[in-house]
């Protein structure tokens, strides 16, 4: 199937479900670094280092904010910006797991996330389209 033709369908759920796990992740970080303290209680469950609530966490929530822009366009940096944010976030977590500060939920969304982006019918619809000379 053709992405072309595949554009036209409906996104398939784990496309849903990674924008939706972007959004929240966007909007906890925005809330905590407002100064929310309840919203900053929790999300130290998912974020533990403390460079998240300066001015870095502002840059973070606006690169999750582009990938799920570029997601909800179906357009190709959207899909690399958000393979690049989960994989250095899963090498992150996998880094305090053998430090010995085990961070097992970010782990598993990390998880989830890197399975879904990776599933053929999340794939199709970001693949380049090639002409009929085989140049993209």
Do not use: H
Not at 18 to 46: E, H, N, P
Not at 93 to 121: A, C, H, K
């Amino acid at each position: 199937m053709s992405a072309e033709k595949y554009k036209l369908k409906r996104r398939p759920f784990g496309l849903y479900f990674i924008i939706c796990l972007q959004l929240m992740l966007s909007f906890l970080l925005t809330l905590a670094l407002l100064g929310d303290r309840t919203v900053a209680t929790y999300l130290k469950v998912v974020i533990q280092n403390p460079i998240f609530y300066t001015w870095f966490g502002w840059v973070l929530v606006g690169i999750f904010l582009l990938a799920v822009i570029g997601l909800l366009l179906l357009k190709r940096w959207g899909w690399i910006l958000t393979m690049i944010t989960t994989g250095t976030g899963l090498a992150v977590t996998i880094w305090s797991y053998i430090d010995g500060n085990p961070r097992y939920v970010p782990m598993l969304i990390y998880i989830v996330i890197v399975f879904y982006l990776n599933q053929r019918e999340v794939q199709v619809p970001f693949m380049n389209p090639v002409n009929s000379e085989g140049v993209r």
